[in-house]
């Protein structure tokens, strides 16, 4: 039987029998009561027969006491026990046979405390039947008959007589003989059993009457004390029954779950679990338990799997890292000799134009080759959740005119319209400058990649404390089905009117340091017709007062102070590297001393007295970080700056450097402004940077020149003929300041900002 079922019909059950009880009880409480009340009627019935007997013995004893002795207390008290038994007077609340035998001496009065009711009244309220009613009415009025020789007794002892209309009128000598003679004659005897005998046959049909009711009460209740014994018992068994039913149906299964639970919970498989023993509710949770024993079991094996795949996919993310780190120093440490003696080679003015220009294309090509392993860095780091943003206090304005140097030139190149709109920005803002610099330059870059005709436009303002993008071209357009294929990384929509170029990096980079930043970025795309970007940023404001004082964004041209004596230790592995930061050094006047690895590095430093060094950290045998400990450990060690060169350039490669005693990280390949920068914060050289006031004097000079002068500079520059225009500038009659500017700005292949002056 199901539990439920069975619930029902044990509380049925217990519910009648309970039900049972309580009647039973209640009708045994009535009977008890209805037997109590027999006691009680017999008990009153008596003491009423009692009364009417004790009243006429009473009288009797009086009114011979009176005949007696002729005192007249006992007539007194005689006629007081009259007015009693006929209501004229209060019957005393303790009213009993012996009440009147305390008050047998002269003076004591009786306590009449009661109500007045005649004794005719109470046998009426008694409820005695009609013929035991008569019987007392009976007794009583012959008693009322016997009160009259009584009376004429006591009168006789005061001489006072009947008449013939019997009255008592006549007068004469007390007669005691007389009274004593009726008081004791047959008459009187008589009439005393003629009292007595309707009272005695009362008291034989009371007690029938009482003693048949008071034995049919106590067989009633006798009957019902059997009943109420019978249905505790049955109510009993059954409260047992339910209880062992509960015990052996729900306590012992419910037991062996909780313990089959615990093992399960232990992720214990062996236990056995019998799910056909009970054909009920705790059946199923049994069947239930099963499952999620049989789920567990499948749970556990794949939790197996899962963490099998975890491990497989944490050894092959440590493989990645590994090979991410590895392919960045094994690429940017050719990369750092290329880039560095580019430069070198750039500003040496032997070479021809020819050799120029296949030098520029050569550090465009490593430019573009370092961009593409800083990307896949980039997305690596992205990935890794290790990307940190650098805010910082700038100006907006400055570097909305940097976006805007930087693409109105290319475009114009394309022939392409290129416009700058901005509404309600604040000039100055605390975000992280670099990455919003890159952001734009990838979505810029990216429209001018796949526009050929046309504008490109970027729209900036701001709204509820965001700063908000639009970046629009009238391009190629993407179609529809691969707007979200566009942000993913490694991916390039295939189509057929352009060429792909790039890694398929540079939107799925941005999509995260958009995000990185707080904002959010969404495509519009049609075909044939364009694409729009819309991004937007979180910011802070400042003010021009909180901006950072470094000039850093500053060009360098040069070094002020040049008549010192530093010596600087490079420590590199590979001669390349060494010969590139040592000549670069050589250039602007520095001591320079080489060591290729760790060990001769210390035996340089114990014998040299050192001002810099600058430490790789890659090297066979001792590494740079155990050789910056041992320099730190030693006496002369502690304050010397050592700045640490790696091509390893995750943040975790920097800190463990700074950990190790380096005071600075620069990462390969290293630019010459970054090196001259670290010179000029640890041995307090003073760089000489760009007057922008002069380039703006500059401007003014040119604008009052022939214009032909200016025509024929733009088209040198454009070609990139640096050998055209030193010729014009020894053909014209310009001042000293503006030659070396313009010829500055040639050695540095800036021909952007030649043609932006210009």
């Not at 046959?201 to 009943?227: G, P």
Request: net charge negative; hydrophobic share 40%; charged share 30%.
């Amino acid at each position: 039987m199901k539990l439920k079922k069975l619930f029902m019909l044990l509380f049925i059950l217990n519910t009648v029998s309970f039900i049972s009880v309580a009647v039973v009880i209640n009708k045994y409480q009535k009977s008890t009561i209805n037997l109590e009340d027999a006691y009680n009627m017999q008990y009153k019935s008596l003491i009423l027969a009692d009364e009417l007997r004790q009243s006429s013995d009473d009288l009797t004893r009086m009114a011979r006491t009176y005949v007696i002795t002729g005192n007249s207390m006992y007539e007194e008290q005689y006629k007081t026990v009259l007015a009693i038994r006929n209501g004229e007077l209060p019957r005393p609340k303790r009213y009993n046979g012996i009440f009147w035998d305390f008050l047998s001496i002269d003076g004591s009065i009786p306590k009449l405390d009661g109500e007045k009711i005649p004794l005719r009244e109470l046998m009426k309220n008694a409820n005695f039947p009609e013929s035991e009613l008569n019987m007392l009415f009976t007794s009583q009025n012959e008693s009322d008959d016997l009160t009259k020789l009584e009376h004429k007794a006591m009168n006789a002892i005061k001489g006072i007589f009947l008449d013939k209309d019997g009255n008592y009128t006549i007068k004469g000598k007390p007669d005691f003989a007389l009274a004593r003679e009726l008081m004791h004659s047959k008459e009187y005897h008589e009439a005393k059993i003629r009292i007595m005998e309707p009272l005695d046959r009362f008291y034989r049909a009371f007690e029938n009457r009482t003693k048949q009711k008071v034995d049919e009460a106590r067989a009633t209740v006798k009957e019902l004390e059997f009943y109420v014994n019978v249905i505790v018992l049955f109510s009993i068994v059954f409260f047992l029954m339910s209880f062992f039913i509960i015990l052996f149906r729900i306590v012992y299964p419910i037991d062996l779950l909780r313990r089959v639970m615990l093992k399960l919970s232990k992720n214990d498989m062996s236990v056995e679990i019998d799910k056909n023993k009970f054909d009920d509710e705790v059946g199923d949770m049994i069947g239930a338990v099963e499952i999620f024993k049989e789920n567990t079991q499948k749970l556990l094996t794949s939790e197996h799997q899962i963490k099998q795949a975890m491990q497989e996919a944490t050894t092959a993310n440590k493989a990645k890292s590994i090979f991410l780190a590895r392919m960045s120093h094994e690429l940017r440490t050719p990369l750092n000799a290329i880039l560095g003696f580019t430069n070198i080679l750039q500003k040496s003015m032997n070479a021809t134009t020819v050799e120029k220009e296949n030098l520029n294309i050569i550090k465009r090509s490593a430019d573009h080759l370092l961009n593409i392993i800083n990307e896949i860095l980039e997305l690596s780091k992205i990935e890794a959740g290790k990307m940190e943003l650098s805010l910082k206090n700038f100006n907006l304005f400055e570097l909305i005119k940097e976006i805007e140097d930087i693409f109105a030139f290319r475009c114009e190149n394309k022939g392409l319209k290129f416009k700058i709109e901005t509404l309600n920005l604040p000039k100055y803002i605390k975000a992280d400058e670099q990455r919003l610099r890159q952001i734009l330059i990838n979505l810029l870059g990216n429209s001018l990649k796949f526009t050929n005709e046309g504008e490109i436009s970027l729209y900036i303002y701001e709204l509820n404390k965001k700063l908000f993008f639009e970046v629009k071209d009238s391009g190629i357009g993407i179609d529809k089905s691969n707007l979200e294929k566009v942000f993913k990384p490694f991916e390039q929509v295939k189509q057929d009117n352009y060429t792909q170029q790039g890694t398929g990096l540079g939107l799925s980079i941005t999509k995260e340091l958009v995000s990185l930043m707080g904002g959010n970025i969404y495509l519009k795309s049609q075909v044939g017709v364009g694409s729009e970007f819309y991004f937007s940023i979180n910011y802070e404001k400042a003010n021009e007062e909180e901006l950072s004082k470094e000039n850093n964004a500053k060009n360098i041209i040069g070094i002020k102070n040049e008549n010192f004596t530093k010596t600087i230790l490079v420590v590199d592995d590979i001669k390349e590297n060494r010969d590139l930061i040592t000549l670069l050094l050589n250039s602007y006047g520095f001591k320079t001393l080489e060591a290729t690895s760790g060990k001769e590095a210390l035996d340089v430093f114990e014998n040299e007295k050192l001002d810099l060094i600058f430490m790789d950290i890659l090297m066979e045998g001792m590494d740079g970080l155990e050789t910056m400990q041992n320099i730190r450990a030693s006496k002369n060690g502690k304050d010397i700056p050592i700045i640490a060169l790696s091509a390893n350039v995750f943040e975790e490669d920097k800190k463990e450097a700074i950990k190790n005693g380096a005071n600075d990280f620069l990462a390969k390949p290293v630019e010459e402004k970054e090196i001259l920068l670290i010179l000029e914060k640890y041995l307090h050289i003073e760089l000489e940077y760009e007057n922008k006031e002069k380039r703006i004097d500059v401007k003014k000079e040119l604008e009052i020149l022939p214009k032909e002068f200016v025509e024929k500079l733009k088209e040198k520059a454009l070609l990139m003929d640096n050998d055209g225009i030193f010729e014009l500038l020894k053909e014209y009659e310009l001042s000293n300041d503006l030659k070396i500017y313009i010829k500055n700005l040639v050695d540095e292949f800036k021909y952007q900002e030649l043609i932006n002056l210009v």
